[in-house]
């Protein structure tokens, strides 16, 4: 098991590093014109019951030809040390910027969505909410509950919350008690393997151990079911697909690299909203990206 043990000291690196890779920027996948149907809204719509199981998946080019929804990645929400590198400061967002963010997003009329929105949006058009987006948050972070929660609460926003079950209770680290309380006000807890290992690597037994596993621990944390992921550093290849698939995923997170043309659902663009962006740097980002 010497290979699946993840230790503090690696942890650290990995989440000071972040999810996305070197190789990969924040590119615009332009496959996309159509409109996005909206409905009228003053309030938040932070996620509607979908019974996603009952929807019939559509073709990718259906999907591919609906305008892209924004999506956003966050991981540390907290004060940059002196500790941090310059690298790092992109994945660690600062709790007065990252209220900032947010308050942009409110006052620039975005409404959240939530995993299962998205899915029926992707197969069948259903209508969003206006300006819709989606927040998400990776690694179990402990400040993602403390701070992130809160302020989205105070904007009546809803967020996704990619798990990594290997540091659920360790110092710096939301505990199962953190996690199912997101899940119990309507946020989605969703899966990030066990130890953040790079999907691209698995082989033999890594399915059970970073993919059934961690579903187990999840579903029985929050008495949900756990059916869309995140690629770990965004990394993903073909042969990952036919895997979540019949492990019961719906869909599944990259960063910001362009979509699948045989299955985008299993592709979903995201981008990672800087530490060292203000929200006018965000707001655009967010424009220019999807």
């Known amino acids: 098991m010497k290979h699946y043990i993840l230790s503090i000291t690696a942890a650290a690196l990995i989440f000071s590093a972040g999810c996305q890779s070197k190789s990969q920027t924040n590119t615009t ?25 009952k929807i019939k998946v559509a073709d990718a080019k259906t999907i591919l030809a609906r305008k892209q929804i924004p999506v956003l990645c966050y991981h540390q929400i907290r004060d940059w040390k002196a500790s941090d590198s310059k690298t790092a400061k992109d994945y660690i967002v600062p709790i007065d910027v990252f209220k900032a963010q947010m308050k942009m997003l409110a006052d620039s009329g975005y409404h959240t969505i939530l ?55 360790r110092p710096r680290y939301m505990s199962k008690e953190q996690i199912k309380s997101l899940s119990d006000k ?27 596993k961690p579903t187990k621990t999840l579903e029985a944390i929050t008495g949900k079911n756990i059916q869309h992921f995140a690629y770990p550093f965004g990394l993903w290849n073909p042969e990952a697909i036919p895997e979540l698939k019949k492990r019961g995923f719906k869909s599944a997170f990259i960063l910001s690299t362009k979509r699948d043309e045989n299955d985008p659902l299993f592709t ?6 800087s530490g060292y962006w203000t929200p006018k740097t965000l707001s655009n980002s967010i424009k220019n990206s999807f």
């Open 268 to 273: 979903i663009r995201r981008i990672i909203a």
């Open 115 to 169: 995993a299962d929105q998205l899915y029926d949006y992707l197969n069948n058009g259903t209508a969003l909410p206006s300006k819709p987006i989606v927040l998400t948050f990776d690694d179990t972070d402990v400040d993602q509950y403390t701070v992130a929660e809160p302020t989205l609460t105070k904007y009546g926003f809803k967020g996704i919350y990619f798990v990594m079950t290997v540091s659920i209770g």
């Open 186 to 212: 309507g946020n989605d807890i969703e899966s990030h393997t066990w130890d953040h290992h790079n999907v691209k690597k698995y082989q033999g037994k890594d399915w059970e151990i970073q993919i059934d």
């Open 29 to 53: 996948d332009t496959t996309t014109d159509s409109t996005v149907t909206t409905t009228a809204s003053t309030t938040q719509h932070p996620g509607k019951p979908v019974d996603i199981n």
